[in-house]
């Protein structure tokens, strides 16, 4: 079974940069594609950014697109989020998440089976 754990939340102001870190329990995490995500209170949690199991092929969100990148180390067990000229609309719980999967990108909340507890991100005006 994997466990996700995230890092690297915090506060940042309108423009600034942070990056994320998910950090994988066991080796299986290295096979499988992988995911972030993003939940604002009151709202319905949405697809950030995925990456598949070698790194090569990421997706993003239209809303992020050009200003994050997902990127991965298999050999740390560890996928990031580096996160540039962010927006107080930005502002939410990041989840880390691994499917099942071994080849391809999911985009999709319910085709991932392992989740993190998540990292909040402030961005302020």
């Known amino acids: 079974q994997v466990q996700l754990v995230e890092s690297g939340g915090g506060l940042v102001q309108t423009g600034g940069s942070l990056t994320l870190s998910c950090a994988a329990s066991?080796?299986?995490?290295?096979?499988?594609?992988m995911g972030w995500f993003r939940q604002a209170p009151g709202k319905e949690r949405e697809f950030v950014a995925a990456?598949?199991?070698?790194?090569?092929?990421?997706r993003y969100a239209d809303s992020v697109k050009g200003r994050f990148t997902i990127s991965r180390d298999s050999a740390k067990n560890t996928v990031y989020l580096l996160m540039n000229s962010l927006r107080p609309e930005d502002t939410a719980v990041y989840y880390c998440?691994?499917?099942?999967?071994?080849?391809?990108?999911?985009?999709?909340?319910?085709?991932?089976?392992?989740w993190g507890q998540g990292t909040q991100v402030t961005v302020s005006s």
């Open positions: 998440a691994s499917t099942t999967k071994t080849y391809g990108v999911m985009l999709r909340a319910d085709g991932y089976v392992y």
């Open positions: 066991d080796r299986t995490f290295s096979s499988y594609g």
């Open positions: 990456i598949n199991w070698s790194g090569a092929t990421t």
